[in-house]
């Protein structure tokens, strides 16, 4: 019996082509079975998130909306001294 390929079609940067390894779950290989790909994505997106979490600019934009509250919060006492 001739051992089943992965249906999953991969690029090469330059065409499309099938994907070489052998089918080991519903036609897919290890690395195309959709269980695998949907582990890998979320995990790509956590990483994702947690590296934007600690960006220079995420960081920074934190911090404007912590400046901006506070600058709020003067604001009002302000207010409060001047008209109370
Ligand atoms: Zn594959």
């Known amino acids: 019996m001739k051992k089943e390929k992965c249906k999953k079609e991969v690029w090469s940067g330059f065409y ?3 994907c070489p390894r052998n ?3 519903d036609g897919y290989c290890r690395q195309h079975h959709p ?10 997106n956590d990483i994702k998130k947690i590296k934007w979490k600690n ?16 600058n709020d919060e003067l604001k009002k006492q302000l207010n409060e001294i001047y008209y109370p």
């Open 23 to 25: 089918a080991v779950k």
């Open 55 to 70: 960006s220079p600019l995420s960081i920074a934009m934190r911090k404007i909306k912590e400046l901006e509250k506070e």
């Open 16 to 18: 499309h082509h099938p």
């Open 35 to 44: 269980d695998k790909v949907a582990g890998r994505e979320r995990l790509s």
